[in-house]
T-cell receptor, first 112, second 114 residues
Framework: AQSVTQLGSHVSVSEGALVLLRCNYS??????LFWYVQYPNQGLQLLLK??????LVKGINGFEAEFKKSETSFHLTKPSAHMSDAAEYFC??????????FGAGTILRVKS | SQTIHQWPATLVQPVGSPLSLECTVE??????LYWYRQAAGRGLQLLFY??????ISSEVPQNLSASRPQDRQFILSSKKLLLSDSGFYLC?????????????FGPGTRLLVL
Protein backbone atom coordinates (compact mmCIF):
# COMPACT_ATOMS: atom_id res chain seq x y z
CA ALA A 1 0.00 0.00 0.00
CA GLN A 2 1.07 3.54 -0.65
CA SER A 3 1.83 5.94 2.20
CA VAL A 4 3.44 9.31 2.77
CA THR A 5 5.29 10.64 5.79
CA GLN A 6 6.01 14.33 6.16
CA LEU A 7 8.65 14.98 8.80
CA GLY A 8 7.78 17.99 10.91
CA SER A 9 4.23 19.23 11.25
CA HIS A 10 5.58 22.78 11.64
CA VAL A 11 8.66 24.36 10.08
CA SER A 12 9.81 27.89 10.79
CA VAL A 13 12.34 29.78 8.67
CA SER A 14 13.50 33.35 8.41
CA GLU A 15 12.70 35.39 5.33
CA GLY A 16 15.46 34.81 2.79
CA ALA A 17 16.51 31.49 4.30
CA LEU A 18 16.40 28.08 2.65
CA VAL A 19 13.11 26.22 2.82
CA LEU A 20 13.30 22.43 3.18
CA LEU A 21 10.16 20.38 3.67
CA ARG A 22 10.67 16.65 3.97
CA CYS A 23 8.59 13.90 2.40
CA ASN A 24 9.18 10.17 2.40
CA TYR A 25 6.92 7.76 0.60
CA SER A 26 6.17 4.10 0.34
CA UNK A 27 4.86 2.69 -2.91
CA UNK A 28 4.52 -0.78 -4.36
CA UNK A 29 4.58 0.62 -7.90
CA UNK A 30 6.74 3.28 -9.60
CA UNK A 31 5.62 6.39 -7.75
CA UNK A 32 4.01 9.50 -9.06
CA LEU A 33 4.66 12.19 -6.46
CA PHE A 34 3.10 15.58 -5.85
CA TRP A 35 3.47 18.66 -3.70
CA TYR A 36 0.45 20.85 -3.07
CA VAL A 37 0.19 24.12 -1.18
CA GLN A 38 -2.82 25.31 0.79
CA TYR A 39 -3.36 28.88 1.96
CA PRO A 40 -5.77 29.45 4.85
CA ASN A 41 -9.35 28.57 4.05
CA GLN A 42 -8.55 27.75 0.44
CA GLY A 43 -8.28 24.65 -1.66
CA LEU A 44 -5.04 22.92 -2.62
CA GLN A 45 -2.90 24.24 -5.43
CA LEU A 46 -0.45 22.03 -7.29
CA LEU A 47 3.16 23.16 -6.81
CA LEU A 48 4.90 20.44 -8.78
CA LYS A 49 4.82 16.77 -9.64
CA UNK A 50 7.12 13.94 -10.57
CA UNK A 51 5.94 11.20 -12.89
CA UNK A 52 8.86 9.97 -14.96
CA UNK A 53 12.06 11.38 -16.42
CA UNK A 54 14.18 14.05 -14.78
CA UNK A 55 14.36 13.54 -11.05
CA LEU A 56 14.74 17.25 -10.25
CA VAL A 57 11.37 18.87 -10.77
CA LYS A 58 10.77 22.59 -10.85
CA GLY A 59 7.45 24.05 -9.87
CA ILE A 60 5.73 27.34 -9.37
CA ASN A 61 6.83 30.13 -7.03
CA GLY A 62 10.49 29.06 -7.13
CA PHE A 63 9.98 25.67 -5.51
CA GLU A 64 11.64 22.48 -6.64
CA ALA A 65 11.81 18.88 -5.46
CA GLU A 66 14.11 15.98 -6.13
CA PHE A 67 12.96 12.40 -6.45
CA LYS A 68 15.45 10.05 -4.80
CA LYS A 69 14.44 6.46 -5.31
CA SER A 70 17.17 5.03 -3.09
CA GLU A 71 16.00 7.19 -0.20
CA THR A 72 12.28 6.98 -1.07
CA SER A 73 12.20 10.73 -0.65
CA PHE A 74 10.73 13.73 -2.45
CA HIS A 75 11.81 16.74 -0.42
CA LEU A 76 10.61 20.22 -1.35
CA THR A 77 13.05 23.13 -1.38
CA LYS A 78 13.20 26.82 -2.13
CA PRO A 79 16.48 28.76 -1.93
CA SER A 80 15.05 31.89 -0.36
CA ALA A 81 11.82 32.05 1.64
CA HIS A 82 9.36 34.85 1.13
CA MET A 83 6.64 35.92 3.51
CA SER A 84 4.05 34.86 0.95
CA ASP A 85 5.31 31.25 1.20
CA ALA A 86 3.67 30.87 4.61
CA ALA A 87 1.09 28.13 4.10
CA GLU A 88 0.50 24.43 4.62
CA TYR A 89 2.23 22.03 2.27
CA PHE A 90 1.11 18.52 1.41
CA CYS A 91 3.07 15.72 -0.20
CA UNK A 92 1.10 13.02 -2.00
CA UNK A 93 1.71 9.77 -3.85
CA UNK A 94 -0.48 8.21 -6.48
CA UNK A 95 -2.32 5.14 -5.35
CA UNK A 96 -4.24 2.55 -7.33
CA UNK A 97 -7.33 3.65 -9.20
CA UNK A 98 -5.96 7.15 -9.82
CA UNK A 99 -6.33 8.08 -6.19
CA UNK A 100 -3.87 10.11 -4.15
CA UNK A 101 -2.59 9.37 -0.66
CA PHE A 102 -1.61 12.51 1.23
CA GLY A 103 0.77 13.17 4.05
CA ALA A 104 -0.44 14.94 7.18
CA GLY A 105 0.91 18.26 6.00
CA THR A 106 3.62 20.69 7.10
CA ILE A 107 2.80 24.23 8.15
CA LEU A 108 5.51 26.63 7.02
CA ARG A 109 6.00 29.81 9.00
CA VAL A 110 8.20 32.57 7.60
CA LYS A 111 9.64 35.04 10.11
CA SER A 112 10.54 38.58 9.15
CA SER B 1 -9.91 26.35 -19.22
CA GLN B 2 -11.29 24.18 -16.46
CA THR B 3 -12.75 25.52 -13.24
CA ILE B 4 -14.22 23.87 -10.19
CA HIS B 5 -16.78 25.40 -7.88
CA GLN B 6 -17.97 24.46 -4.43
CA TRP B 7 -20.79 25.85 -2.38
CA PRO B 8 -21.54 26.92 0.10
CA ALA B 9 -18.20 28.29 1.22
CA THR B 10 -19.13 28.10 4.89
CA LEU B 11 -21.92 26.28 6.67
CA VAL B 12 -22.99 26.04 10.30
CA GLN B 13 -25.47 23.28 11.02
CA PRO B 14 -27.02 21.77 14.17
CA VAL B 15 -26.44 18.15 15.07
CA GLY B 16 -29.04 15.92 13.47
CA SER B 17 -29.77 18.23 10.55
CA PRO B 18 -29.32 17.19 6.90
CA LEU B 19 -26.43 18.24 4.69
CA SER B 20 -25.94 18.88 1.01
CA LEU B 21 -22.67 20.18 -0.42
CA GLU B 22 -22.30 20.72 -4.12
CA CYS B 23 -19.34 20.60 -6.45
CA THR B 24 -19.41 21.41 -10.15
CA VAL B 25 -16.70 21.36 -12.78
CA GLU B 26 -16.61 23.38 -15.99
CA UNK B 27 -14.54 23.00 -19.13
CA UNK B 28 -14.05 19.24 -19.13
CA UNK B 29 -16.05 16.10 -19.83
CA UNK B 30 -16.36 12.86 -17.90
CA UNK B 31 -13.93 13.86 -15.16
CA UNK B 32 -13.05 11.68 -12.22
CA LEU B 33 -14.44 13.43 -9.14
CA TYR B 34 -13.36 13.19 -5.51
CA TRP B 35 -14.60 14.29 -2.09
CA TYR B 36 -12.04 14.76 0.68
CA ARG B 37 -12.38 15.82 4.29
CA GLN B 38 -9.64 17.72 6.03
CA ALA B 39 -9.42 17.74 9.80
CA ALA B 40 -6.81 19.73 11.69
CA GLY B 41 -3.44 18.00 11.74
CA ARG B 42 -4.70 14.96 9.89
CA GLY B 43 -4.15 15.75 6.25
CA LEU B 44 -6.74 14.85 3.67
CA GLN B 45 -8.99 11.83 3.93
CA LEU B 46 -10.58 10.56 0.73
CA LEU B 47 -14.29 10.03 1.29
CA PHE B 48 -15.74 9.21 -2.12
CA TYR B 49 -14.71 9.11 -5.74
CA UNK B 50 -16.61 8.77 -8.98
CA UNK B 51 -15.57 7.82 -12.50
CA UNK B 52 -18.94 8.51 -14.09
CA UNK B 53 -22.58 9.40 -13.63
CA UNK B 54 -24.15 7.28 -10.91
CA UNK B 55 -20.85 5.54 -10.15
CA ILE B 56 -19.75 6.18 -6.57
CA SER B 57 -17.06 4.44 -4.57
CA SER B 58 -16.87 4.92 -0.83
CA GLU B 59 -13.51 4.84 0.86
CA VAL B 60 -14.53 4.84 4.51
CA PRO B 61 -17.73 3.86 6.32
CA GLN B 62 -19.36 6.96 7.70
CA ASN B 63 -22.38 9.12 8.11
CA LEU B 64 -22.06 10.63 4.65
CA SER B 65 -23.10 9.69 1.13
CA ALA B 66 -22.31 11.00 -2.33
CA SER B 67 -24.14 11.21 -5.62
CA ARG B 68 -23.29 12.20 -9.17
CA PRO B 69 -26.55 13.11 -10.92
CA GLN B 70 -24.81 14.81 -13.85
CA ASP B 71 -21.46 14.42 -15.55
CA ARG B 72 -19.86 17.43 -13.89
CA GLN B 73 -21.81 17.58 -10.63
CA PHE B 74 -20.85 15.83 -7.42
CA ILE B 75 -22.91 16.10 -4.25
CA LEU B 76 -22.03 15.18 -0.69
CA SER B 77 -24.94 14.51 1.63
CA SER B 78 -25.96 13.42 5.06
CA LYS B 79 -29.37 12.69 6.54
CA LYS B 80 -28.30 13.50 10.11
CA LEU B 81 -25.11 15.35 10.90
CA LEU B 82 -22.84 14.38 13.76
CA LEU B 83 -20.42 16.61 15.63
CA SER B 84 -17.58 14.60 14.12
CA ASP B 85 -18.68 15.65 10.62
CA SER B 86 -17.22 19.10 11.21
CA GLY B 87 -14.28 19.88 8.94
CA PHE B 88 -13.14 21.33 5.67
CA TYR B 89 -14.54 19.50 2.66
CA LEU B 90 -12.69 19.60 -0.61
CA CYS B 91 -13.82 18.47 -4.02
CA UNK B 92 -11.30 17.62 -6.72
CA UNK B 93 -11.41 16.64 -10.38
CA UNK B 94 -9.06 14.73 -12.61
CA UNK B 95 -9.09 14.13 -16.35
CA UNK B 96 -10.10 10.56 -17.16
CA UNK B 97 -7.76 7.97 -18.60
CA UNK B 98 -4.26 6.77 -18.08
CA UNK B 99 -1.45 9.25 -17.42
CA UNK B 100 -3.91 11.87 -16.19
CA UNK B 101 -2.74 11.71 -12.64
CA UNK B 102 -3.09 15.28 -11.39
CA UNK B 103 -6.04 16.24 -9.22
CA UNK B 104 -7.26 19.83 -9.16
CA PHE B 105 -9.03 21.09 -6.10
CA GLY B 106 -11.94 23.39 -5.48
CA PRO B 107 -11.98 26.19 -2.89
CA GLY B 108 -13.56 24.01 -0.20
CA THR B 109 -16.51 24.20 2.18
CA ARG B 110 -15.99 24.83 5.89
CA LEU B 111 -18.63 22.87 7.85
CA LEU B 112 -19.20 23.42 11.54
CA VAL B 113 -21.66 21.13 13.29
CA LEU B 114 -22.87 22.42 16.65
Amino acid sequence: AQSVTQLGSHVSVSEGALVLLRCNYSSSVPPYLFWYVQYPNQGLQLLLKYTTGATLVKGINGFEAEFKKSETSFHLTKPSAHMSDAAEYFCAVRSYGNKLVFGAGTILRVKS
Amino acid sequence: SQTIHQWPATLVQPVGSPLSLECTVEGTSNPNLYWYRQAAGRGLQLLFYSVGIGQISSEVPQNLSASRPQDRQFILSSKKLLLSDSGFYLCAWQSPGAHQETQYFGPGTRLLVL
